[in-house]
């Protein structure tokens, strides 16, 4: 066994445009106008993380040193190549 520090994820936030914002862009406020072009351009999202020491076996560390992929990870990764695939398919069908 073989004690190490991994890091957690606690919490997550994310930048949102509510409908108060959109009538602050529409009155030409410039901190709602700032929040829509943040929310449009950067996605504002963001993990907290905490460490935590754990026990691990061996070979869980060792494969944990090589950089293995969560399964959360892996899922995203599936996601963004099914969409990119669904934009080749509607791209060769020639759909209006």
Do not use: H
């Amino acid at each position: 066994m073989v004690q190490k520090t991994i890091q957690v994820e606690v919490g997550s936030s994310e930048t949102k445009v509510t409908g108060r914002t959109w009538l602050g862009v529409f009155a030409e406020d410039k901190s709602s106008i700032n929040a829509v072009r943040r929310s449009v351009f950067n996605s504002g999202a963001r993990k907290y993380l905490r460490n935590k020491t754990v026990w691990m076996c061996r070979e869980c560390a060792a494969a944990r040193a090589v950089g293995m992929k969560s399964k959360k990870g892996f899922s995203s990764m599936i996601v963004i190549l099914g969409i990119i695939a669904v934009f080749i398919l509607v791209g060769l069908t020639g759909s209006p």
